[in-house]
């Protein structure tokens, strides 16, 4: 099983019949020179990268800056399409009177199996008052949370939300709270390691930007800022592969994991068997 943790659906053709919603989600994510990308299209992309399953992520700002990218109801429609091969995360904006009323709706109507957050977007700590209510919604309905964490393309994020000594107390607080630092925290990797060796509710994803390619990205982070041997003996059971699709290509992130040299046992659970702890939780 080779599961994409971290995917955002905003292109994808069946949510973007409408022209004007179309041009907000290149204007809120800053990300311009793509189209829209037809069913057929992502199911051959998935094939190339030998993915079976995505996790689809909601976003919403809606408080701060008035704009839901993806919404919940839009994600819900998608798995509906696909629902052997996408896996949908709701979103809500902590900030928002109502977001504990649209996270369980979320999860006891709309199906959604875990909460994407974006600190640095939604601007909040990950121990505000403000995101509480939603920590609990998601330990009742044993449900885990996608951190955006570390650096953002985004426009208006801001790094310092997303630092990954920002989350130690949550994961001190919360035990049973399952959380995903995205992205690997990017540039805190050693802090990102430091959580989750203390922490075995902590995990983070691959999706790291790179500016380069991404098999010399992986390279320098994973051999070079955290030792390989990291991985491949204290957090093999806590880091999954993510891509961030649609600003980076799949079949690229997937021949880069698999190209840097961890063994046979530790890739599966990067590639798969960990996402499915991770959204699941254990036996």
């Known amino acids: 099983m080779f599961i994409d943790i971290h995917v955002h659906p905003a292109f994808y053709e069946p949510i973007n019949s409408d022209p004007v919603r179309e041009e907000m989600r290149h204007e809120a994510l800053d990300i311009h020179l793509n189209g829209t990308a037809k069913l057929a299209h ?16 909601g976003q919403d700002y809606l408080v701060k800056e008035g704009v839901t990218p993806v919404s919940n109801e839009e994600v819900q429609s ?24 649209k996270l369980e709706c979320a999860f006891a109507e709309l199906g959604l199996v875990g909460l994407n957050l974006h600190p640095g977007r939604q601007r909040f700590y990950p121990t505000d008052d403000c995101v509480q209510p939603l920590y609990d919604i998601c330990e009742r309905h044993d449900r885990p949370v996608m951190f955006h964490a570390g650096m953002s393309w985004e426009p208006h994020a801001l790094a310092k939300f997303g630092r990954p000594v920002e989350f130690e107390e949550l994961a001190e607080a919360r035990p049973n709270l399952r959380f995903c630092l995205g992205h690997f925290a990017w540039p805190w990797l050693e802090e990102a390691a430091m959580l989750m060796v203390k922490h075995r509710n902590v995990y983070a994803d691959t999706a790291a930007l790179y500016f380069d390619c991404a098999r010399e990205f992986y390279d320098r982070l994973f051999t070079q800022e955290l030792p390989l041997t990291w991985i491949d003996r204290s957090l093999r ?47």
């Open 42 to 57: 992502i199911e051959n992309q998935m094939r190339l990268a030998g993915l079976d399953k995505m996790c689809l992520l």
């Open 78 to 101: 998608l798995v509906g399409l696909r629902p052997d091969r996408f896996i949908g995360f709701a979103s809500v904006d902590p900030h928002d009177p109502a977001a504990a009323e």
């Open 237 to 283: 059971h806590q880091v999954m592969f993510g891509s961030d699709n649609p600003r980076f290509e799949q079949i690229r992130m997937a021949r880069a994991l698999e190209g840097l040299g961890l063994r046979e046992s530790t890739l599966e659970l990067v590639k798969g068997e960990n996402a499915l702890e991770f959204l699941y939780g254990r036996d």
